[in-house]
C-alpha cells in the first residue's frame, strides 16, 4: 500500500460531495473531509521537504479508511521522489545543471588549448618547408656542375702541365722539371677536393632526407590533432544541447509554477469557483486552471493543473486545503 497521495484526496472529496449534490444522500461531516484534508495537508509537506524510514506516513484504502503507519524502506522506494521531496529534486536538478555548464567551459578551454598546439605544429611545419628549401638550394649550389667542371679543367690542365714539364726535350734546367713526389701531391690535393665534395653532397642529401621525414611526423602530428579537435567539437555540440534542453525545462517549470501561483481559492461557504491564471518565466509561458469548494467559514480546498504554451513541455498540478481558526 502507498502513502496517501494528493491527487487521490482531491479525487475522493469531489466524487463525494458531486454525489450528494445528485442524490439524497448526506455528503460526509465536516469532521470526516477536515480529517482528510488534514492528513493531504501533511503528506503534500511531505512530498516537498521529503521523509524517511521511519517517520510517520498515512494510507487510504479503497473504502476511503485512513490509517497512521511507519514509513518502511518500501514506502520510499514508491514515493515518486524516492523519499527526497521536491525541494532536494530540484536542488539536484540546479547542481547537475551547474556541473554541465563547468563541463562546458572546461571542454571549451581544452578546445582552445588544441587549437593552439596545431598552430604550434602549424609552424613547425612551416619552418620545417622553409629549411628544406635553404638545402635544396645548398645542394644545387655546392653540386654545381659547372663547378665540378670547373675542378675537372683544372685537373686536365694540370695533367698537361706535368707532362709538358717531364718531357726532356723541354727541359733546360732542373728546377723547372716537377719530381714525381711533387706531381703525387697535387694528383692527391685534387682527389681530396673531388671527395670533399662528394662527402659534402652526401651529407646535404642526408639532411635532406631527415628535413622530409620531419615533415611527415608533424604531418601525422597535425593529422591527429584535428582528429582530436572533431572529437571535442562533438562532444561539446553535445553538451550545449544538453544544457539547453535542461535550460528549457527549468524555465518551463518555474512558468507553470507562477501560473499556478495566481488561481484563487473559494470565499463563499458552499460555492464552488473556477479560476484560470498565466505565468511566465523568461522566454517560457504556461496557463493554469483550477477549481476550488469553501465547506465552511473555517475550512477550504483547491485543485489545479498548469501546462507550459512551448511544445514539449509537461504538466504540472497542485492541490491544496485551507483552515482557519
Known amino acids: 500500500m502507498k502513502h496517501f497521495q494528493s491527487k487521490v484526496l482531491t479525487a475522493a472529496i469531489l466524487?463525494?460531495?458531486?454525489?450528494?449534490?445528485?442524490?439524497?444522500?448526506?455528503?460526509?461531516?465536516?469532521?470526516?473531509?477536515?480529517?482528510?484534508?488534514?492528513?493531504?495537508?501533511?503528506?503534500?509537506?511531505?512530498?516537498?521537504?521529503?521523509?524517511?524510514?521511519?517517520?510517520?506516513?498515512?494510507?487510504?484504502?479503497?473504502?476511503?479508511?485512513?490509517?497512521?503507519?511507519?514509513?518502511?524502506?518500501?514506502?520510499?522506494?514508491?514515493?515518486?521522489?524516492?523519499?527526497?521531496?521536491?525541494?532536494?529534486?530540484?536542488?539536484?536538478?540546479?547542481?547537475?545543471?551547474?556541473d554541465l555548464t563547468g563541463t562546458v567551459d572546461e571542454n571549451s578551454e581544452a578546445l582552445v588549448k588544441t587549437a593552439e598546439v596545431v598552430n604550434d605544429i602549424s609552424a613547425d611545419v612551416k619552418a620545417n618547408t622553409a629549411a628544406i628549401g635553404e638545402n635544396k638550394a645548398a645542394i644545387a649550389k655546392k653540386a654545381d656542375q659547372t663547378a665540378l667542371d670547373a675542378v675537372s679543367e683544372k685537373v686536365t690542365a694540370n695533367e698537361t702541365a706535368i707532362?709538358?714539364?717531364?718531357?726532356?726535350?723541354?727541359?733546360?734546367?732542373?728546377?723547372e722539371v716537377y719530381t714525381k713526389q711533387e706531381s703525387d701531391n697535387r694528383f692527391v690535393k685534387i682527389g681530396d677536393r673531388i671527395g670533399n665534395l662528394n662527402t659534402t653532397a652526401n651529407g646535404l642529401e642526408t639532411r635532406l632526407a631527415d628535413a622530409e621525414k620531419s615533415v611527415a611526423d608533424h604531418g601525422t602530428r597535425l593529422a591527429s590533432a584535428e582528429k582530436s579537435i572533431t572529437e571535442h567539437g562533438t562532444r561539446l555540440n553535445g553538451l550545449d544541447r544538453t544544457v539547453s534542453d535542461l535550460r528549457k525545462e527549468t524555465r518551463q517549470g518555474l512558468a507553470e509554477q507562477a501560473a499556478l501561483s495566481g488561481l484563487f481559492q473559494p470565499y463563499n461557504v458552499g460555492r464552488f469557483n473556477v479560476t484560470a491564471a498565466v505565468g511566465g518565466y523568461k522566454s517560457e509561458s504556461a496557463v493554469a486552471i483550477g477549481t476550488g469548494f469553501r465547506f465552511t467559514e473555517n475550512f477550504a480546498a483547491k485543485a489545479g493543473v498548469a501546462v507550459g504554451t512551448s511544445s514539449g513541455s509537461s504538466a504540472a498540478y497542485h492541490v491544496g486545503v485551507n483552515y482557519e481558526w
Open 15 to 98: 466524487a463525494a460531495l458531486s454525489g450528494s449534490a445528485m442524490a439524497d444522500n448526506p455528503p460526509p461531516s465536516t469532521d470526516e473531509i477536515a480529517k482528510a484534508a488534514l492528513v493531504n495537508s501533511y503528506n503534500n509537506t511531505q512530498d516537498i521537504n521529503g521523509f524517511k524510514v521511519g517517520d510517520t506516513i498515512y494510507d487510504i484504502n479503497g473504502n476511503g479508511k485512513i490509517t497512521r503507519k511507519t514509513a518502511t524502506e518500501d514506502d520510499v522506494k514508491a514515493d515518486d521522489f524516492g523519499g527526497l521531496g521536491l525541494k532536494e529534486v530540484l536542488a539536484q536538478h540546479d547542481q547537475s545543471l551547474a
Open 163 to 175: 707532362g709538358k714539364k717531364a718531357n726532356s726535350a723541354d727541359v733546360y734546367t732542373k728546377a
